[in-house]
């Protein structure tokens, strides 16, 4: 995936878990209304790579 398509990464806490955010808001992601942090890396990682995709994909104007 080509990073300067991507809109979301990781963010470490202080507490050593981890939030998904909006590089261009800075703001953390919400799904279904959920804030999207104290995750696990391994969950956070991967739906960031989700996430980015579905951007990818709905700015190339494919999703269905």
Avoid: C
């Avoid at 955010?21 to 790579?49: H, K, R, S």
């Amino acid at each position: 995936m080509n990073a300067a398509q991507n809109r979301y990464d990781l963010r470490k806490d202080a507490d050593g878990s981890w939030a998904v955010y909006d590089i261009f808001t800075g703001q953390t992601v919400e799904v279904n209304g959920i804030p999207q942090d104290g995750l696990d890396i391994q969950i956070a990682d991967d739906l960031v790579d989700l996430l980015n995709l579905e951007y990818i994909n709905r700015r190339k104007g494919s999703t269905h």
